[in-house]
């Protein structure tokens, strides 16, 4: 296994274990969620810093606000990481309400948009930035109306911060994602991977070829992807990297060495949720070795604002699926 991904993976699970400190009443894939947004900048968990993080939301926002439900944990968890943690949330906080003038519903997924455009473009900005959201967004909605909600919000965000026109940038999703229903599942995941793919600065053959292939050596392995949870991931790992078989082993040993790690294994997660965060770590390392000069490939000057969309979104969309099972089950 690649040792950077090793030490990471060590970390997340440091982290893990520190986190009981200030977990008390949250779902263990929060717990986890909020150890993977440190463990992703290389950094342990500051559960003081993060109490004061969780105090400052919830003074900043009223009793009913929507900071202060599933993201809670994970957004004090990264404002434990900035210098002003104070005006980076006031930016977010500044974002959402911009947002929600253009009609966009109250959601974890917008605040998530919110976070991620606030933190990945200046201030002077949010106003062009948020109206360019909304554009990518009524696209998306407009090619599939019955796909496209709350939980494109981030995406759109992601594509809004990106050099890629509306129309442009809906037509090459539209693309990938006729191209990709020969290999996966029609709906919301191959939609979102759709997403991903046309931030590709390659040429859309080669970056399709490349996903079914690492589609293909994972299944080989008994890792399917194909799952709203893990598509939209796929797509970054193979925006990462051009070396499938490397990437692929890597992803295995990372989700095999998570499964023997407590609070990792088949009685906390489900296979789905476990290769996600193995896959968040793994993409995590290659961005950071491509950035220092490790690996032939130069990684896009728009994966940083990706990969921290898409941990937005993770943590909004499984949270939310906890939920769902959590109902289901008491039904």
């Known amino acids: 296994m690649n040792e950077l991904i090793k030490t990471r993976l060590d970390l997340l699970c440091d982290n893990y274990q520190a986190a009981a400190s200030y977990t008390h009443f949250d779902r263990n894939i929060t717990r986890i969620f909020s150890s993977l947004v440190c463990c992703n900048e290389g950094k342990s968990v500051k559960p003081e810093r993060i109490k004061e993080m969780k105090a400052l939301i919830k003074e900043k926002t009223g009793l009913f606000s929507i900071f202060r439900n599933n993201l809670l944990l994970p957004l004090a968890t990264e404002l434990s990481l900035k210098e002003d943690p104070e005006q980076c949330f006031h930016n977010t906080l500044q974002v959402y309400d911009i947002l929600k003038q253009l009609k966009f519903s109250s959601s974890d997924y917008l605040a998530a948009a919110a976070h991620a455009i606030s933190t990945g473009c200046e201030a002077y900005d949010y106003n062009r930035i948020c109206e360019r959201m909304k554009a990518f ?50 709906g ?10 046309c931030m590709a600065e390659e040429n859309d053959t080669l970056v399709t070829d490349r996903v079914v292939s690492l589609h293909h050596k994972l299944k080989e392995n008994r890792f399917d992807m194909n799952h709203p949870y893990t598509l939209s991931i796929l797509g970054i790992l193979a925006l990462i990297t051009d070396d499938v078989d490397a990437i692929c082993n890597d992803l295995v040993k990372a989700h095999d060495y998570l499964k023997e790690q407590k609070g990792f294994g088949s009685w906390s997660l489900t296979k789905a949720q476990r290769l996600l965060i193995a896959s968040a770590v793994v993409a995590s390392a290659y961005a950071d070795q491509a950035k220092s000069g490790t690996l032939k490939n130069t990684i896009t000057s728009n994966i940083t604002n990706l990969l921290l969309a898409e941990e937005a979104a993770m943590i909004a969309m499984v949270t939310a699926a906890s939920v769902s099972a959590a109902s289901s089950s008491s039904n």
């Open 188 to 197: 919301n995941g191959l939609q979102s991977l759709s997403h991903i793919l």
């Open 137 to 186: 967004y009524m696209d998306m909605k407009e090619n599939h109306p019955f796909l496209t909600g709350q939980d494109d919000y981030v995406y759109a965000a992601m594509l809004a911060m990106s050099d890629l026109s509306p129309q442009s940038g809906t037509s090459r999703m539209e693309l990938f994602y006729i191209n990709l229903k020969k290999c996966f599942s029609s």
